[in-house]
């Protein structure tokens, strides 16, 4: 991509980054090379120097923005200053330039929580995926109890306006513009009902501080199975359920059932012998179930807009799993039946 400058110059990518680079290493060597991106619009490059940097490390992450910031502190940056303050694994910063859209951040290599695991034996996926649920419950309790007003994250929350947004997303985009469905008065009228029931019952919920996209993509394997974190500048507070929800009814890596209920045994049992917080199985479970129905229809929605509107279809393909997770959580909660059977008019693949 070339940037005309106001000057008349013009100025490719790699002239951009070598001119970013060179402002703190000098004229140091280096190769440039694009990583696999996410759904948003910022992409990210490996830098690799030839040798060390002059600040001794051999390769960084760079973080290009959608567009300049302009406006105050970045969120991803509020973020992980917080995090990273209170011990949690975030990437080091090691530069800016957001008038230029840049961001320089610590490489943990290639190696996500999805990679770790693909074929991997079973105790070795049990043994990551508890790592991981401890982390998580880390993010939770240890940063909510730590609480900074300063950082973004504690004046956001999964309120009811918050949750119905995100069915509202769902509704707009998946059934009305991907599946192109024509709902009747009286059926929309009990969707959005369930919608508004499911939303109050997760807001009057305990609130503690989520990563918001705690899924395997977003969890690094480092060396010695240290899990680190990224994609966490969304972040805002939630029940305890919505990262367990994110992690392991995962769109990209279907974890086993049998996987599953051992997994929130361990966050019941953590939450209990180590935080001190005692959760009511019965309840922990209704409440997991219905961020289950939430959290996958919100992806469902998510998947339907790339496809559609952003022309992302690579997407596409996590949308019927997704919707069966709901679909699962539904059978455990007859009393949602005539709210499940009405969505499921227009989305069969929850029947």
């Given at each position: 991509m070339m940037i005309q400058y106001e000057t008349g110059e013009t100025m490719s990518l790699e002239q951009r980054v070598k001119r970013f680079v060179e402002r703190k290493h000098g004229r140091a060597e280096f190769r440039l090379d694009k990583l696999a991106g996410d759904a948003s619009d910022r992409s990210f490059h490996r830098i690799s120097f030839v040798g060390a940097s002059p600040q001794g490390y051999s390769s960084a992450i760079l973080m290009e923005l959608g567009q300049p910031w302009t406006d105050g502190e970045l969120p991803y940056l509020n973020v992980r200053r917080f995090m990273e303050k209170i011990g949690l694994p975030v990437p080091a910063l090691y530069d800016t330039d957001?008038?230029?859209?840049?961001?320089?951040?610590?490489?943990f290599g290639d190696v996500t929580l999805e990679d770790a695991v693909r074929g991997a034996p079973r105790p070795r996926f049990d043994s990551l995926y508890e790592k991981a649920v401890d982390l998580m419950l880390r993010i939770q309790v240890e940063a909510t109890r730590l609480r900074d007003d300063s950082c973004v994250s504690f004046s956001l929350a999964f309120d009811v306006e918050k949750l119905m947004f995100e069915f509202d997303f769902f509704y707009d985009h998946a059934l009305l513009n991907y599946k192109a469905a024509s709902v009747s008065p009286e059926d929309e009228r009990i969707i959005k009902s369930g919608f508004l029931a499911i939303s109050e019952k997760l807001a009057g919920h305990a609130l503690y501080l989520n990563h918001r996209d705690y899924h395997s993509r977003n969890i690094m394997v480092a060396p010695g199975d240290r899990l680190c974190l990224v994609d966490f500048q969304d972040a805002r507070l939630g029940p305890v359920q919505y990262d367990l929800v994110s992690l392991v009814m995962d769109s990209y890596v279907p974890v086993p059932e049998d996987a599953c209920e051992p997994?929130?045994?361990?966050?019941?049992?953590?939450?209990?012998s180590l935080y001190g917080i005692k959760q009511d199985p019965e309840l922990f479970t209704e409440i997991f179930d219905y961020m289950t129905i939430q959290r996958c229809i919100k992806a469902a929605g998510s998947f339907a807009y790339l496809d559609c509107v952003k022309m992302k279809n690579r997407y596409l393909k996590y949308f019927v799993p997704c919707l069966s997770r709901v679909r699962t959580a539904f059978e455990r909660r007859p009393e949602l039946g005539r709210f499940h059977e009405t969505l499921s008019k227009y989305t069969p693949e929850i029947k």
């Open positions: 957001l008038a230029s859209g840049f961001i320089l951040i610590e490489d997994l929130c045994r361990h966050c019941l049992e953590t939450l209990d």
